[in-house]
């Protein structure tokens, strides 16, 4: 550990989408700051999608603050698309940035706080935690998991259906990227979907834009005091994007209840039969990635941070970006971060100037 941390009035940890915003922001404001990164180059958890991934929205619908994604010309962009956004939006603005550096615990010193890694250290006045959720991918418990003999994959390390060719494969998981990795694997494989509900389906014409939209609407009812009906229709509803109805014209969209338990070779059902797997693909979501704030003491017993915002409630120099709606309405998307992104650094320009 150094003897001298270099000293800032914002440590930013975290590389991706919102980090990014942030640190858009944070430049108009003078503040020195510094982005802290683990990974080998810029796109945050980008880096690590499926490479078929796709997006729901349009590139217009996907662009973080002061400079827009490049339109793509065949549909939804894809993931490459945005790795190259987000390396050109990091270039373009040209912000300071350390990587790479895993981030592994915080300290209280005096007024300041201290962001450790294993060579390199920061005294910041104020810390920004965005480090999103990539790596904390969630695996429910079902008896006999340890004992299956089969692959077990979470989507965070999915790439392509090339291994899964020929296999019986069980994906299982309701959102979207289930459904994606359904369309693609089922191409090779015998893959059967596995939902704790049956999937709800957005209108064909239905894309990330609306859905984005119906965040708006509900996070300034809030703001109001009001509820509002509307459509159905969440960020985590499935999107019809060319693979997933492709997927439907085949017939292989539909999916069945989970299983009670795993055998040594494959599944048991509800009704007592038993099916034999080669691999399952586990599309279940993830968790905060927050375990460097255990040296701080606020994490919750769920794994979260008490907020009011994006403010921590009882480390006032901690706040935390793009963690889904808890911290910010559909804060977790490309789109959605700018608003709690300029929020956030409005509220830590007013604490600098103040304390």
């Given at each position: 550990m150094p003897s001298t941390p270099t000293e800032v009035d914002v440590a930013i940890i975290g590389g991706g989408q919102s980090a990014l915003a942030v640190a858009y922001f944070l430049r108009r404001t003078g503040r020195s700051f510094v982005i802290i990164d683990a990974e080998a180059?810029?796109?945050?958890?980008?880096?690590?999608?499926?490479?078929?991934?796709?997006?729901?929205?349009?590139?217009?619908?996907?662009?973080?603050?002061?400079?827009?994604?490049?339109?793509?010309?065949?549909?939804?962009?894809?993931?490459?698309?945005?790795?190259?956004?987000?390396?050109?939006?990091?270039?373009?603005?040209?912000?300071?940035?350390?990587?790479p550096y895993w981030v592994n615990a915080i300290e209280r010193r005096d007024n300041r706080l201290l962001v450790k890694t294993?060579?390199?250290?920061?005294?910041?006045?104020?810390?920004?935690?965005?480090?999103?959720?990539?790596?904390?991918?969630?695996?429910?418990?079902?008896?006999?998991?340890?004992?299956?003999?089969?692959?077990?994959?979470?989507?965070?390390?999915y790439v392509d259906a090339k291994p899964f060719a020929g296999k019986k494969v069980l994906v299982v998981g309701g959102g979207n990227s289930g459904a994606q990795i359904l369309a693609e694997v089922s191409q090779v494989a015998d893959a059967t979907w596995v939902t704790?509900?049956?999937?709800?389906?957005?209108?064909?014409?239905?894309?990330?834009?609306?859905?984005?939209?119906?965040?708006?609407?509900?996070?300034?009812?809030?703001?109001?005091?009001?509820?509002?009906?509307?459509?159905?229709?969440?960020?985590?509803?499935?999107?019809?994007?060319?693979?997933?109805?492709?997927?439907?014209?085949?017939?292989?969209?539909?999916?069945?209840?989970?299983?009670?338990?795993?055998?040594?070779?494959?599944?048991?059902?509800?009704d007592g039969s038993q099916t034999p797997v080669d691999a399952v693909i586990w599309c279940t979501g993830f968790r905060p990635a927050l375990g460097y704030l255990g040296s701080l003491g606020v994490c919750t017993a769920d794994g979260r941070v008490a907020v009011e915002g994006t403010h921590s409630i009882q480390e006032p120099r901690l706040w935390l970006v793009g963690y889904g709606d808890w911290t910010g309405a559909a804060s977790a998307t490309l789109i959605g971060v700018t608003r709690t992104a300029r929020s956030t650094v409005e509220e830590i320009d007013r604490f600098l100037t103040e304390h």
């Open positions: 180059g810029p796109g945050g958890a980008w880096r690590h999608g499926w490479h078929s991934l796709r997006l729901f929205s349009p590139s217009t619908w996907s662009s973080i603050a002061g400079w827009m994604m490049p339109p793509v010309t065949d549909g939804y962009p894809s993931r490459d698309n945005v790795l190259d956004y987000l390396r050109e939006y990091e270039q373009r603005y040209q912000f300071p940035t350390a990587r294993d060579s390199l250290s920061w005294l910041a006045r104020t810390v920004v935690s965005a480090t999103g959720t990539w790596r904390h991918p969630f695996l429910p418990h079902y008896p006999g998991s340890e004992t299956f003999t089969g692959q077990q994959v979470h989507s965070a390390h704790p509900q049956p999937p709800q389906f957005l209108a064909d014409d239905v894309d990330g834009r609306v859905l984005f939209e119906r965040a708006t609407e509900r996070w300034k009812a809030q703001l109001a005091g009001t509820v509002i009906a509307q459509p159905v229709g969440g960020l985590g509803d499935i999107v019809m994007v060319p693979p997933v109805a492709e997927a439907r014209e085949r017939g292989v969209l539909h999916a069945v209840r989970p299983f009670l338990r795993f055998t040594d070779t494959g599944v048991e059902w509800a």
